[in-house]
């Protein structure tokens, strides 16, 4: 049999029975009653025997062709009996659609996974070598051109906000994902760890980053968790928020050049005349305007500045990670 649940600790572990011990698992089920269990299409619950104890109340599902399913409790004690009389195997390893499939979080990251699905990468990129030479560049580009695509659309690209005091940016962070998940306040310095979440904007997922405001750092804690948010910005987009009421401090200044984006926040409370290098790239009022015109304002900021297309499915096998996009580079 086949454990299709991740091990550890679980309330339920879901088993496949291969179609060869299909017999030999209906002869161990039993009704409530007491009589041989018949199907799993009239009533799926029946109680599982081994070895003449009752081990547990289980349903039963049928997947035809794929097999019988037993949904168990997780017990360790019960997953040992099956061990002990049928054999136990983990699931085979999931390819990277598949577990896009599982994890998806928004309904592109869905339909991509569906796609991709479709296709067995590795012989789709062997099916390559088949052509010649220049189509075969030709094919293996448009598949790289897929694969940025489709890897931007599983990875999670670390977006960190930065900015002075009480620029806005936790009250930002929060917005956009949908839960008051970090502090904010008019007090200076309430953020000081740098708080991780990931979300998807635009159908693409980031890991947003909120960092503890530049300023006055009052306790030596305050001035490392500034250091601790500084740490986080390579390889990260950089996303400088500025209050749109206030003009940009020389701090603010000083941010600008290690940031990718800028923000200009709370313009719900008015605008102050900036000067004419600082355009900011979006304005928004995250206290104040609908979250989903907030998310998709800055999904679109982000997307746009990565030069991504429109989240979805990408037309054509695709690489999902690391390990086949090295396949894909190492063929022609
Ligand atoms: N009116 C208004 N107030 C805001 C907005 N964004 C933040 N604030 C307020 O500004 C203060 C500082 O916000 P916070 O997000 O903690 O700033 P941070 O220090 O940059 O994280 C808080 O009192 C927020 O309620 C906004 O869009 N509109
Ligand atoms: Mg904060």
């Given amino acids: 049999m086949e454990q299709l649940t991740p091990s550890g600790t679980a309330g339920v572990a879901v088993v496949r029975v291969p179609p060869a011990q299909r017999r030999a698992a209906l002869a161990a089920l039993q009704t409530r009653d007491g009589a041989p269990f018949a199907s799993a299409g009239v009533a799926p619950r029946a109680i599982l025997h081994l070895r003449g104890m009752a081990i547990d109340d289980v349903l039963v599902v049928d997947r035809g062709a794929a097999g019988l399913e037993l949904h168990l409790h997780g017990s360790p004690a019960v997953l040992a009996a099956v061990q002990r009389e049928f054999g136990l195997a983990p699931a085979a390893p999931r390819t990277p659609a598949e577990l896009l499939l599982r994890e998806a979080l928004s309904d592109a990251q869905l339909d991509l996974a569906l796609e991709q699905r479709e296709f067995d990468f590795a012989a789709e990129v062997q099916a390559l070598a088949s052509h010649g030479p220049a189509p075969c560049a030709r094919l293996r580009s448009s598949a790289l051109v897929r694969s940025r695509t489709a890897m931007a659309m599983v990875q999670p690209q670390r977006v960190v906000f930065i900015g002075c005091q009480n620029a806005g940016k936790s009250t930002l962070f929060n917005r956009l994902l949908a839960r008051e998940r970090a502090l904010t306040g008019p007090l200076p310095g309430l953020t000081r760890d740098p708080v991780h979440e990931v979300t998807t904007l635009s159908g693409y997922p980031y890991e947003l980053v909120d960092t503890a405001g530049e300023g006055a750092t009052p306790a030596a804690v305050d001035a490392a968790a500034v250091e601790a948010g500084r740490g986080l910005r390579s390889q990260a987009l950089v996303v400088l928020v500025v209050a749109a ?13 290690g940031s990718d984006v800028l923000v200009a926040s709370q313009a719900d409370l008015g605008r102050a005349e900036w ?8 304005v928004v009022s995250a206290l104040t305007e609908p979250q989903s015109s907030l998310r998709h304002a800055i999904g679109e900021l982000l997307r746009q500045h990565r030069c991504l297309p429109l989240a979805g499915p990408v037309g054509g096998f695709a690489a999902l990670d690391r390990t086949q996009l090295e396949l894909l580079l190492g063929t022609g």
């Fill in 245 to 257: 009421h206030r003009q940009p401090t020389a701090i603010d200044a000083a941010l600008r050049d």
């Fill in 275 to 282: 000067p004419s290098p600082w355009r900011p790239d979006v």
